[in-house]
């Protein structure tokens, strides 16, 4: 590997993985409060007039991890999970540890809840203070910065490519796929590729975004974990989100 450059060892490389190359979008953002219908992490989103979502366990209202509105979204991404505000909230209270409690590593948990509104909902309910205690920032999405994105050498084994010693040095070296908050792609997974069943049909559901440890959400999912939402291709509302650390 020593005689040839970095750049052209990627791009021969690429070629093999070429089969398997998707787009992944990272949020481009900025600490800024915009309005409740727009794409962020943390801040006021839209509420329905059922109230802020509580935690099942210590009933208290949850930190809102993300909030991504189908139209924000650039249209060569399309829509990949739907026409929606898709949210994400998670119970970050230690006391209890709701997190521990109710196993929020693992799909569905009381102390999470991930649900996708119509783009015009109508019967919201005004909020102009968040109610979590020790809310984070409102991070506001500005924009989507396009990448290619390639599955980790677990999941390229499981797919079928031969990666010689070499090549799973190099991908690992290069952090492929890319860590951080994104909008499809392939996931980063940390112990395994544990992609959830949808509890109606029973199939894999698809992965649609990645919410990293210490990103966007100030915020560390055990030891520096990543966690992952899902989505049925057919059951739409059907979502999960997991998350494992080393
Ligand atoms: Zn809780
Ligand atoms: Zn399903």
Not at 34 to 44: A, L, M
Not at 145 to 167: A, C, H, I, K
Not at 197 to 225: A, L, T, W
């Amino acid at each position: 590997m020593s005689e040839v450059s970095w750049d052209e060892y990627w791009e021969k490389l690429k070629l093999k993985l070429a089969p398997f190359k998707r787009v992944s979008w990272e949020p481009i953002t900025e600490e800024a409060q915009t309005s409740v219908h727009k794409s962020k992490f943390s801040g006021i989103p839209v509420v329905t007039r059922s109230g802020w979502p509580c935690c099942k366990n210590c009933n208290e209202p949850m930190q809102l991890f993300a909030q991504i509105n189908s139209l924000d979204i650039p249209n060569e991404a399309k829509t990949p999970f739907g026409d929606g505000i898709l949210q994400v909230f998670y119970c970050t209270n230690e006391e209890p540890h709701c997190e521990v409690d109710c196993e929020s590593w693992a799909p569905h948990s009381e102390a999470t809840l991930l649900r996708i509104l119509p783009v015009e909902v109508d019967d919201t309910f005004q909020v102009t203070e968040s109610p979590v205690k020790r809310a984070f920032p409102e991070i506001s999405v500005v924009g989507w910065r396009e990448q290619e994105d390639y599955p980790d050498t677990m999941e390229l084994e499981d797919l079928g490519v031969n990666l010689s010693e070499d090549e799973i040095d190099f991908l690992c070296e290069d952090e492929v796929p890319f860590a951080g908050e994104k909008l499809v792609g392939w996931p980063c997974w940390v112990q395994g590729i544990e992609y959830p069943k949808c509890r109606v049909c029973e199939k894999e559901m698809n992965f649609i975004f990645q919410i990293d440890s210490s990103g966007e959400i100030p915020y560390m999912f055990g030891d520096s974990g990543c966690a992952h939402i899902s989505q049925c291709a057919e059951h739409r509302n059907e979502l999960a989100m997991v998350w494992a650390c080393c």
